[in-house]
């Protein structure tokens, strides 16, 4: 399968109701599910690479989180936050009809999968949080913050990969071919060019982060991190400004005491396109 299967599901807001976009790969009647989840200003298009590897092996979710992609924008701004895109995905793993499903969560994704992996009855059965864990680095918060929603219009896709690119840097060495795959994606037609394929207000949620809700969350997440009892992978870019190495030794030796892999070179995050980085992910989840 060179292509994903676009579906939707219907999730609840304050609002009312909204569509969650999701991308699926590999056979439908596939016991062995993975789901996917992107970064903050990301989608689901992001796996294709990995999807395409694991495809002949799981059932590939990716969805894209409400706000991106082809999802809906929803109403209320205080509406883009953790505990209601773990509501989505409760939502779309019951759509699946599954009881089991793999997680590998980039960034905000990885988030999200700890909220799923920590709910009683989780259907979590291994996780892999890439570039992310319960302390995350107010400088790469603030590295984010200077470009997350800000207006842009670009009238061609090479204007727009250069663009990106250059706040993307950290995602580490990448053919022309590979930026370019990772960038369409990530546009939506403008007039005579493209814009960014994200709601810009969800931006509103991470500038209203104050150093007292931050440490309080940073809390809540070790609690929730140290009663996992799924294998889990953690995967660090070496350079990440956001993962810092410390916070990584440390959910190495608490909690679930997940399996940690390092990727010279590359700061945050890792985009699991390359095959050293693939390889890694696809023993972990196939390894059982």
């Keep these: 399968m060179t292509e994903p299967e676009l579906h939707f599901v219907r999730c609840l807001d304050s609002r009312g109701l909204h569509r969650m ?14 789901v996917c989840v992107h970064g903050l200003s990301r989608q689901g298009r992001d796996f294709d690479t990995l999807a395409r590897d694991l495809a002949a092996d799981c059932r590939v979710i990716c969805p894209d989180i409400v706000g991106r992609g082809r999802s809906d924008w929803i109403a209320d701004p205080a509406g883009y936050a953790i505990p209601n895109y773990v509501a989505d995905i409760v939502t779309l793993v019951a759509r699946l009809g599954v009881e089991q499903v793999d997680w590998v969560g980039t960034s905000m994704g990885g988030l999200i999968g700890l909220g799923l992996a920590a709910l009683a009855g989780s259907p979590v059965r291994r996780l892999v949080l890439n570039d992310v864990g319960p302390s995350i680095q107010a400088p790469a918060l603030a590295r ?4 997350l929603g800000q207006p842009a219009h670009w009238a061609s896709v090479d204007e727009a990969a250069d663009a990106l690119w250059s ?10 071919e590979q930026w370019i795959e990772l960038t369409r994606p ?22 209203a982060i104050t150093p007292e ?13 140290d009663h996992l009892s799924c294998p889990t992978l953690l995967l660090r870019g070496g350079d990440s400004d956001l993962l810092s190495s410390a916070t990584a ?10 399996q940690l ?8 995050a890792p985009t699991l396109i390359q095959p050293e980085q693939r390889a890694v992910v696809r023993e972990f989840l196939l390894r059982s």
């Design 167 to 176: 706040i993307s840097t950290s995602f580490g060495p990448h053919t022309r």
């Design 144 to 147: 984010i913050g200077a470009y």
């Design 213 to 225: 809700a931050a440490a309080a969350g940073e809390a809540y997440l070790w609690q929730v991190y």
């Design 249 to 258: 030794q440390a959910m190495a030796q608490r909690g679930p005491k997940a």
């Design 186 to 207: 990530q546009l939506k037609p403008d007039g005579d060019g493209y814009k960014p394929h994200y709601d810009p207000a969800i931006a509103v949620a991470v500038r």
């Design 261 to 268: 892999h390092e990727f010279a070179g590359v700061g945050h």
């Design 21 to 34: 976009a999701y991308w699926e790969w590999g056979a439908r009647d596939n016991p062995r599910v993975l």
